[in-house]
Every structure is written in structure tokens, then in C-alpha cells.
């Protein structure tokens, strides 16, 4: 679980920055790195993380298709 103290340890405030920091090290290759942040996360923080990356990010998708295949996409990615 990811606590505030953790989160201070990275000089984040908010858990969305927490999880910019996994997709972030994702899109930069650092897939151990963000695997290991991810698997920081509670059961419940896992789920916010996926609601946060479609209610932050769905609007980049062109359909709902798309959208649900990027989303499915990274659940895969995050297994």
C-alpha cells in the first residue's frame, strides 16, 4: 500500500502523481521500475489507478473501442 510517507518519500502530495510516476516509467522503458511501483499499490489503489488512467487519459482515444483496448492493453502490461 501506498502511504503518504511514501509518497513523501518521492516529494509527491497526491496519489496522481504517484501514478503519472508509474505510467511515466513505463513510456520511458523503465518497465521493472514501474512494474515494482505498481505492485506497491493496494487491491484499492490498483483500481483508482486504472478509474484515474481512463477518466485522465480517455479523451486521447478516438472511440470507445479504442479506449477499452488501451485499457485492456495495460491491465495485461500491469499482470
Known sequence: MVTKQ??????????EEYYEYIL?????????????????LSEGQKDEFFDWVELTYGYESEDENEMNYEMRSLREYFK
Do not use: A, P, R
Open 6 to 15: 511514501i509518497l513523501g518519500t518521492y516529494e509527491f502530495s497526491y496519489m
Open 24 to 40: 511515466e516509467s513505463k513510456l520511458n522503458g523503465q518497465h521493472t521500475q514501474s512494474k515494482e511501483l505498481y505492485e506497491e
